[in-house]
């Protein structure tokens, strides 16, 4: 069953690539969906994907790359539709 949760990782995230980090996880993992740093220097994600792959691309997420610290991470359920790929959106 597919499901679409949206993600806020807070902790060292910025400015170290962690938005190509998780493009790459995505599609590894086979979900859809965009990432995108927020200005109170979190980042946010929606990921929509089979339960299975979207439980293994937040557990990554809760890993973070080498370079990253993640000191949070909220998922919730979300609505919104699937977009097409997995891309980087701009700063909100």
Do not use: H, Y
Not at 27 to 52: P, S
Not at 59 to 69: E, I, K, N, Q, Y
Request: aromatic share 8%; net charge positive.
């Amino acid at each position: 069953m597919a499901s679409t949760q949206r993600v806020f990782i807070s902790g060292k995230v910025q400015n170290i690539g962690f938005r190509d980090w998780i493009v790459r996880r995505a599609q590894e993992n086979g979900v859809t969906g965009w990432v995108r740093n927020l200005r109170d220097g979190r980042v946010e994600i929606l990921v929509v994907g089979e339960d299975d792959a979207a439980t293994a691309f937040i557990d990554a997420c809760r890993r973070g790359s080498d370079l990253a610290r993640i000191d949070s991470l909220q998922a919730r359920p979300d609505d919104e539709r699937a977009p097409k790929g997995f891309t980087k959106r701009f700063t909100a």
